[in-house]
C-alpha cells in the first residue's frame, strides 16, 4: 500500500526540483516553505505535517514578518 | 462541475460588465473588456506588491548592517542565512513576498482560463487585427507577443536574483518558448490576457526594482574597494 506521507513527499520533491527554478525565489522563511513541509511531514506524518505546513504557506505573505521559523 | 466554477461565474459577471461599460462609452469591444478585466485583476493584487516596494527602500537602510554580516559569516553559508534572516525580522522588513501571493495567482488564472476558453461571443469578437477572439491569432502576433513578454518578465526577475547558473538560463528560454507554444492553440481572447497580465506585471517589476539596481552596484564597489584595501 502506498502511504499517503509518501505521496505527499514525493509531490513536493517534484515541486522543488522541477517547478521551483522556474519561479524566482520568493519564501520569506529559513528553513523555506517547501523545506518546512518536507520536514513537518517526516516528523509527523501526512495529516498534522501537511496542517504545519498548510499553515507554514498561510503565513507566507508581505504582512507576516518571515525569518527563522523551524519545524515544533 | 468544476472545482473553479463559482470563480468561474464571477469572472463572467465581471467581464460582461466591462464589456456593457464599452458599450455605454461607445465602442462596444470584448478584447478592450479582456485588458480592462486583466488590470483590475493586477490592481486587485496590489496591496500585496506595495507592501514589497516599502520593504525593498527599507533594505537600503539596512545595507551597512548586511554587508557586516556577510564579512563576518562568509565562510558559513548556513548561519549567514539565518543571521540575515534575524536582523530582518528585527527590522520589520523582508526583501521577498512570500508563498502565498504566488499560490492565490493560481486559482484566479485558472478562473480566467475557464471564463475566456469556452466564452460564447454575444456581439461583435473581432478586436484589432484579430477575427475572432475565440479562434487562434491568423497572423501569429499574440503567440509571438506572449511568449516574448514572458522572456522579459522572467529576464527582469533573475536579473536581481544574480542567479546565472546553466539550469536557471535554459530554463529562462524553455518557458517562454512553452507558452509562445500553448499560445498558438489557445483563443486569442486568452492569449490577450495573458500578454496584458504580462506587461502589467514588467511595468510593476521594473517600477519596484528601480531602486535595487543600484542598490546591488553600491554593494559591489563596496565589496571591490574592500579588497583593494586588502
Known sequence: MIRVKRV???LIDVYRRYISPLKSPC??????????????IERYGAMRGGW???????????????GYDPVP | MNLFDPLVQVFRLVFEGFYNLTAAVGFANYGIAIILMTILVKALMYPLTAKQVRSMKAMQELQPALKKLQKDYKNNPQLLQQKMAELYK????????GCLPLLIQMPILMGVYYCLYGYSYSGDPTFLWLTSLSDTDPLY????????????????????NGQDNQQMKIMSYMM??????ISLNFP????VYWVTMNLCQIAQQWYMFRGEKKLAVEVEDASASDKKKR
Open chain 1, 8 to 10: 505527499f513527499l514525493f
Open chain 1, 27 to 40: 519564501c520569506r522563511y529559513i528553513p523555506t516553505c517547501s523545506e518546512y513541509a518536507m520536514i513537518a
Open chain 1, 52 to 66: 504545519l505546513a498548510l499553515k507554514r504557506i498561510l503565513r507566507c505573505h508581505p504582512f507576516h514578518e518571515g
Open chain 2, 90 to 97: 528585527e527590522a520589520g522588513v523582508n526583501p521577498l513576498a
Open chain 2, 141 to 160: 502576433v499574440l503567440p509571438i507577443l506572449s511568449a516574448l513578454t514572458t522572456y522579459i518578465q522572467q529576464k527582469q526577475t533573475m536579473a536581481n
Open chain 2, 176 to 181: 517562454p518558448l512553452f507558452i509562445g507554444w
Open chain 2, 188 to 191: 486569442s481572447g486568452l492569449v
